[in-house]
């Protein structure tokens, strides 16, 4: 499960960041814009909402089958949740609600860089999981 979740992020975030830093500078020069993205994020869409699925449940299967957590691990992953809360809803408009260039470059944005803060918080949940439990008196 860790895997698929690692890998369906992997698939959301990278469709994102080519989304942003790719197509959105090559849409701009080819002057189709409108239609062109139009017919992009509907391409986009089935994929977005399968990774989406798979994210939500095999983030909660891995949260639910931990068997225990150090101290601040709560912490660290509510604010996590919260900026994956982001990601999700900015994600879905994105595929789904119709929007000019400019708008979806700014959500493209926004999601790629919550994506980064994402990792860098796994990373230290992560860490923070590795390391011994103290237990307190």
């Known amino acids: 499960m860790r895997w698929i979740h690692i890998a369906s992020a992997v698939i959301l975030l990278g469709g994102f960041a080519f989304a942003r830093l790719v197509l959105a500078p090559a849409l701009a020069q080819a002057g189709e814009t409108a239609a062109l993205a139009d017919r992009i994020a509907a391409r986009f869409r089935p994929i977005l909402v399968t990774v989406v699925f798979t994210i939500a449940g095999s983030g909660l299967y891995n949260y639910l089958t931990k068997e225990n957590y150090p101290p601040h691990y709560h912490m660290w992953m509510g604010i996590k ?3 994956v809360l982001h990601v999700l809803a900015a ?3 994105y595929a789904t609600a119709p929007a000019n260039e ?4 700014r959500q493209a944005t ?4 919550s994506g980064i803060i994402i990792i860098m918080i796994s990373g230290w949940l992560r860490y923070l999981s590795l390391s011994p439990v103290v237990k307190l008196p």
């Open 91 to 93: 994600s879905l408009l």
């Open 110 to 113: 926004g999601i790629v860089i």
């Open 81 to 83: 949740l919260l900026v």
């Open 102 to 105: 400019a708008k979806r470059r």
